[in-house]
Nanobody, 116 residues
Framework: QVQFVESGGGLVQPGGSLRLSCTVS????????MAWYRQGPGKQRESVAW???????SAVSSVRDRFTISRDNAKNTVYLQMNSLNPEDTAVYYC??????????WGQGTQVTVSS
């Protein structure tokens, strides 16, 4: 059974940076495409960035020049480095499989708040 545990969120001023981590239990990690998703206030959850098992990555256009996804297969961990944060990035951030997330396995997420 796969489980996702996200961490690293917090309150940051506009223009600041955060690094999120997600540790994944289960044997599927090393062979799976992983993604970060986010759900802002009053919005639907959306995918933000994803990375293949061998490190090929992509991201949505709104974050492509500011966010970098990476992974450490030895640690079953996926990261999201977020720079130049702005208030529109405020959301709860989750990790899961991509493009078909495990619906019953969403973690608690980690809150990112960008505010002065």
């Amino acid at each position: 059974q796969v489980q996702f545990v996200e961490s690293g969120g917090g309150l940051v001023q506009p223009g600041g940076s955060l690094r999120l981590s997600c540790t994944v239990s289960g044997s599927i990690f090393s062979t799976s495409v992983m993604a970060w998703y986010r759900q802002g206030p009053g919005k639907q959850r959306e995918s933000v960035a994803w990375i293949s098992s061998n490190g090929v990555r992509s991201a949505v256009s709104s974050v492509r020049d500011r966010f970098t996804i990476s992974r450490d297969n030895a640690k079953n961990t996926v990261y999201l480095q977020m720079n130049s944060l702005n208030p529109e990035d405020t959301a709860v951030y989750y990790c899961n499989l991509y493009p078909n997330p495990r619906g019953g396995a969403w973690g608690q997420g980690t809150q990112v708040t960008v505010s002065s």
